[in-house]
DNA sequence: AAACTTTCAGCAACCGTTTGCCAAAAATTG
DNA sequence: CAATTTTTGGCAAACGGTTGCTGAAAGTTT
């Protein structure tokens, strides 16, 4: 028995301090600890309780050295400061948690080089990754996806496995809604350009509205911010349309403040629909209409996503694209057209 | 020169390819790595060369197992739902990457053992942790901190190195901003009694109440949420004071809502003042009146001191606690009280 | 009681990097 | 040109675990 004091201030206990004291080897330790069957009733009680004594808690980068796993999960976001990813991070932490796996949290703000750059530093850190509205080409995407495991969050590149939430269906129930109100023209307040999801809503939009008989037409981009929601409300007083679709609730919920100080009611006015359903869609003025996306869940489908396809090898074959039903939620920014 | 395939598929270079494909040995491919001037300027151009043909990144567990330093920071957070996380999030995310450390992200959601246990299995993961409304007692927070580099947030114990928002001195304001208005008897909507950050609003709240010669009220603990502002909301309309301070915006923002369908009309009827200044705050219906607080500042700080206290040494004097000074932000929640 | 199995613990190599120490080579000095 | 100093690169030992292999002890089968 060693006479040191187990003096809390002292470095952490490693499993040699464990053998030392205990009178086994390292190597009977370290299988008493994570491999019970192949170690002695007693001999394994007795480890415990010393491990136990010691306060001893393995290293998890010297496991990771041999295991090749680290259980922790990068999750990427482009923005931290944008609230669609308040909930996707919930759902994604939720899932990890469960299975024991630690979030590393990521913004990779900047371009998409750094973006590219950051996942490589990851590469060792993490086990796979999660990346969210992703700004790499599809070409970046796959050569990364060959080095590490990756699931996308609403981005669809072929073999790589994807979550996706399907707003394009909830935008045909956002349509018809507002066609059965008797919207006649409707304005799509477009997001960056450079948004998968964005162009995808758009298509569908024009798609439907010109089945409907309704009129389709679209802005210039604006970032996706409640900032730009007022320069995005002013093109919409000065158009000929009586109702819009947003690119998201962060937009939208600018454009009602901004609708609110030029007198401009929702929605006698202006019919407004949002996407996305974040944080504070249901109590902004006037609660907003929009279409609800599984956010958490879409966060917690990627995990599990990955989750098994690590379990399952880098050679399995890549799971087909997961699709994430939307659904309308009506508030109350929407309403019968106005006469224009 | 090797003949091998420089396949994207295989696994990762490690320093060993760098040096069998440069003619180097591996400690000198480290050095030109990581110690420049060690080595010779020709020799680390042909080595960086080879680094870069063969997409060399380091391993960071291999490497935190000899420097004993992960480069990555954990951030604690009792419950990532609440949106008052957010702001902290992004300001720690913010600096963390400015000094390239990352976040791991850690809900703690559970009890308070697990709380402990969380934070031990993550000693070795981690450099450091940011504990945020820690439900850890003085104790265990103090004997923890011995093991591993902390700073808390909003939570003072002597010896401990924290950033707190100093509400107290907002709460003076809005009893002053509330008084002047006519209001004779003002309730305070309690959080969690756990919360100390709670305890301390109202102590404060008090003894200034009583200053300016107005009488507080204490309501039972309401948990942190839209929801439960509703049964706050009620319980509101059922005292007999004309105004309220709320423990935070996210119950503030819930009674709002409650009050609305019982019509029960804010300001007139009844003032409200909530906590924070989250997202949300500045448009709901009516916009809140509330105490904004620095928190993106706070969680930006928490890093620096954080880091700061790595690099000056286990032994070195905690810092003194670091106050963050609050404001009131009056929206239109509040008003002149109604006489009943 | 001999031969064979099974159980259990230890040895040693390894994971990918860093780093102290050493020695060969080069540069400088006398 | 010898002696001394400086550069520069390599060897080998960590860091803290895991794991294949080995062999002693114990248990089982004839």
Redesign the pocket.
């Known amino acids: 028995m060693s006479t040191e004091p187990v003096s809390s201030s002292t ?6 301090d464990v ?1 030392r004291e205990s ?13 019970p ?8 009680e007795k480890i415990l309780a010393i491990a136990r004594a010691l306060n ?4 998890s ?3 990771a ?4 796993q680290t259980r922790s999960i990068a999750v990427l976001v482009s923005d931290i400061t944008n609230p669609f990813y308040f909930g996707l991070i919930r759902g994604t932490q939720q899932q990890l948690k469960a299975a024991n796996y630690l979030q590393m949290l990521v913004d990779t703000a900047e371009s998409s080089d750094s973006e590219a750059a950051t996942i490589d530093s990851l590469r ?1 850190s993490a086990d796979g990754a999660i990346l969210t509205a992703s700004r790499l080409s599809d070409q970046q995407l796959v050569s990364l996806s060959e080095r590490m495991p990756l699931v996308a969050i609403n981005r669809h590149v072929p073999g790589i496995p994807a979550v996706i939430i399907d707003t394009p269906f909830g935008i045909d129930q956002a349509l018809d809604h507002l066609a059965s109100l008797g919207h006649r023209r409707i304005t799509y307040v477009s997001g960056p350009d450079m948004s998968w999801s964005n162009e995808r809503r758009w298509q569908r939009l024009e798609k439907t509205a010109q089945k409907l008989g309704v009129q389709p037409v679209r802005t210039r981009e604006y970032a996706p911010s409640l900032a730009s929601g007022a320069a995005a409300a002013e093109a919409m007083i000065n158009s000929e349309s009586t109702a819009c679709v947003v690119f998201n609730d962060l937009i939208a919920i600018g454009m009602l403040e901004r609708f609110r100080e030029r007198g401009v009611r929702v929605p006698e006015d202006i019919s407004v629909v949002g996407c996305d359903d974040i944080f504070g869609a249901s109590f902004c003025n006037p609660p907003l209409t929009t279409l609800t996306a599984p956010i958490e869940r879409a966060g917690r489908m990627a995990v599990s996503m990955l989750l098994s396809r690590l379990e399952a090898g880098p050679d399995s074959p890549p799971p087909p694209p997961m699709l994430l039903p939307t659904h309308l939620t009506v508030r109350k920014s929407t309403g019968p057209a106005r006469q224009r």
């Open positions: 470095r952490p206990a490693t499993i040699h053998a009178g086994f080897a390292a190597s009977t330790v370290s299988r008493a600890l994570s491999n069957g192949r170690v002695n009733v007693q001999t394994r001893y808690t393995p290293n980068q010297a496991r050295l041999t295991s090749g060792r």
